[in-house]
């Protein structure tokens, strides 16, 4: 009959400050589970120090090693990833199971409008409020105006039970908007050719170590992963696997010298077959590359008399975007005492992919000197590093 409601998900905290915390998740299997527990993880600001996963098509075992923080409330998270579980629904009837399986409604989106006098950090402090309310800003329009007022609206998915009033139908025109990507910007950020050359600076990781084998295992594809470790690692692999459509039997997740990971990756197709075609393992090979070589894109652009920040991220098949990027962009640029004179969210297909882009202008004339250099490396390093 399986498990439990309250059995899918259980989280045993950590007595001692230097030893990890435990979750483990026993469910029903499906295609993608690993990613949307990853994206929950990742969304609670959880470090991934360990974790094991074994499945056999139907039903799936994951333990996560995780350090978490003072203000992690475990609670909270134990009901988001067991509502991520098919035994959720398993629990309410078989009939509520099958309706899962069905393309989901689209979110409500919610218009929040914020009006006051600007102050240094304002923006990361409402965004900080938003994110602990489990307020997803799917989109954000932030202007100033000369006599120091700023004018903020947030357009945002409601996840939690905070009561909101519905955006109008502006919000679907807004999101059809010509792109504020110039030619020049989605060369420099998004041609590969380019990312090879971002390796060599600080602002991309070095290029991963990735092999094929289809001869240690009689039904799987082993995947052997060498890369260096960062915020999301698990789940930009999972998020990979997940739009290839791949099932995931066995995963061992290892790290070595606190920067390096190590990761065995036991999958098969969709249709239970190893991944033979040798395309198919180049294409997924190319985009597990990239996508661990380069989590997240950063630039900036010279806008005389301003600076331009464009941070973007891929989006997930099933629509998600990356947890907490926007916090940790105003979190960064809050360190460096930087004043922002204007913000938005878009998305934007590039080369048949879907892209979340963060644009953000920067106040040049505010007295506070930062180089290029020094902004680009404190965005990468929020995004990408733990704690």
Known sequence: ???????????????????PSVITVNCPDKTGLGCDLCHII???????????????????????????????RWGLLKK?????????????????????????????V??????????????????????????TIKTVKVSTTPDGKVMDLFYITDTSSCEIELAGPDIS?????????SDAIIEDMFNIEMLEKHQDNSIAFKCPSITFDNLLSPSHTLIQIVCQDHKGLLYDI??????????????????????????????????????????????????LEMELSCPVRVALISRIPDTELVVANPVESSGKGR?????????????????IVSAEIRRHVIDDREWEVYRVLLDEGDGNSVSTKEIEETIWKMLMSWG
Not at 1 to 12: K, Q, S, T
Request: charged share 25%; aromatic share 10%.
């Open 238 to 287: 999972m998020r990979t696997l997940k739009d290839y459509n791949i099932q995931i039997s066995y995963v061992r997740f290892t790290t070595k010298e606190k920067t390096e990971c190590e990761l065995d990756l036991f999958i098969m197709q969709a249709d239970g077959k190893k991944i033979a075609d040798p395309g198919k393992q180049n294409s997924l090979h190319c985009r």
């Open 110 to 135: 919610f218009l929040l409008k914020f009006c006051c006098n600007d102050r240094s950090g304002l923006l990361h402090d409402v965004t900080e409020v938003l994110c602990e309310l489990e307020l």
């Open 80 to 108: 988001r990833l067991m509502g991520a579980c098919p035994s959720f629904w398993l629990a309410c009837g078989m009939s509520a199971y099958l309706a899962e399986l069905q393309p989901s409604k689209p979110p409500d």
């Open 1 to 19: 009959m399986g498990l439990l409601y309250d059995d899918a998900v259980i989280i045993r905290q950590s007595e001692k400050e230097d030893e």
């Open 173 to 181: 025109a807004s999101s059809q908007e010509p792109s504020f990507l």
């Open 323 to 339: 947890p907490l990027v926007f916090y940790d962009i105003t979190l960064a640029l809050k360190m460096l005492n930087k004043a």
């Open 42 to 72: 990742l969304f609670f600001g959880l470090t991934v120090v360990g974790t094991d996963v074994s499945t056999d098509g139907k039903w799936c075992y994951i333990v996560f090693w995780v350090v978490g923080r003072p203000s992690t």
